[in-house]
């Protein structure tokens, strides 16, 4: 997937937390799906921010990957609904944003 295609993916991402918590206002059925959508905003900025290192090829500061690796833990714990299945390959994107200011540069 091209960088384009992941930041309009993220975007979207960001958008379901402020459609959800209304729902979630009005019924009670919606209220499991605000974590989802929460967790999601967060891999949202996660992978933009990823995305941002590895296009500009720097290193993020180390907390950046402590800070990331927490919210992936977060993410990925049982709140009632199917798991987020993306969170394999995010862990992947935060890692390789991680090394991005040592890849070597054609």
Do not use: C, H
Request: aromatic share 4%; glycine share 6%.
């Amino acid at each position: 997937m091209r960088a384009v295609e992941l930041l309009k993916t993220f975007r979207e991402w960001q958008a379901m937390k402020p459609a959800v918590d209304p729902l979630a206002e009005r019924a009670p059925i919606f209220q499991d799906a605000q974590g989802v959508a929460s967790d999601l905003a967060e891999l949202a900025t996660m992978g933009e921010q990823a995305v941002g290192y590895l296009a500009n090829r720097t290193s993020p500061p180390p907390e950046w990957g402590e800070k990331q690796n927490s919210v992936l833990v977060q993410a990925s714990q049982p709140n009632g609904l199917p798991g987020i299945a993306v969170l394999d390959a995010m862990r992947e994107l935060v890692t390789a944003a991680e090394s991005a200011g040592s890849v070597s540069q054609p």
